[in-house]
């Protein structure tokens, strides 16, 4: 079974300076998705940010970008220029592909990391 | 796109009462899940539809709890005889079926439950 690790339960930042969430992951599939979901106090959990095992490139969506390690299984997330609307739980999130045989369709995800920004 | 909605957001209910919660998914999407988040954990998968068929089952689903998905549109969530541990929010996402399971999941806003 796969299992994901966020070695931070809390990371504090300045408004405007850049942060980084760190994520592991534990995996025999080669072929898979990553994600980072964003869950706000009391609001609905939504995507950040998608990465595909397949593709080198590190995926980057505005100030939010990836440093993915495939050999590492390593997934973190650099969030630039924070602000105070990014104050959330942070989750890192794994998903097999069916391509790989891969039977589970079901997200595992790690325990979180709560981002602070301070003004 | 009126995202995915899930109804009621709060439910409180005495021990030993059943309880059900319906999810409203994206249209269109072919895929559903339903998952369980505690307190200071992340969401915890229970299980997922594709259409009307539910394919997938975690070994958290225990038999008190059991999910429909009539006619492959919003799906319901049943807890029978609940305990103080079914206590959590109830999360529903859905997602299209795309080949590979490329699609996103999108989640909804969530159902807490409190057993008292």
């Known amino acids: 079974a796969q299992t994901v690790t966020q070695s931070q339960p809390e990371m504090s930042v300045q408004e405007a300076e850049t942060v980084t969430l760190s994520c592991t992951y534990d995996t025999s599939e080669s072929d898979y998705y990553l994600f980072w979901y964003k869950q706000p106090p009391s609001r609905q959990m939504i995507l950040v940010i998608r990465q595909e095992a397949y593709k080198q490139q590190n995926a980057t969506e505005n100030r939010f970008s990836v440093n993915f390690q495939k050999a590492a299984k390593s997934f973190s997330l650099k969030i630039s220029d924070s602000q105070l609307g990014d104050a959330a739980m942070y989750f890192c999130?794994?998903?097999?592909?069916?391509?790989?045989?891969?039977?589970?369709?079901?997200?595992?995800f790690g325990k979180g990391t709560h981002l602070i920004i301070q003004p | 796109d009126t995202g995915v909605s899930q109804n009621p957001r709060h439910k409180i209910t005495k021990r030993g009462q059943n309880v059900t919660f319906r999810c409203d998914p994206i249209?269109?999407?072919?895929?559903l899940y339903w998952y369980r988040q505690t307190l200071g954990q992340g969401p915890e998968f229970l299980t997922y539809f594709q259409n009307e068929a539910q394919l997938e089952k975690s070994r958290l689903l225990s038999d008190r709890f059991s999910a429909e998905r009539p006619k492959g549109s919003f799906s319901t969530l049943e807890i029978q005889r609940t305990e103080q541990g079914d206590s959590a929010m109830y999360l529903c996402a859905s997602s299209p079926g795309l080949a590979g399971g490329q699609g996103t999941q999108y989640f909804g806003p969530g159902t807490r439950l409190t057993v008292l």
């Open positions: 249209s269109e999407h072919n895929r």
């Open positions: 999130a794994y998903r097999s592909s069916s391509y790989s045989g891969g039977g589970a369709d079901g997200l595992t």
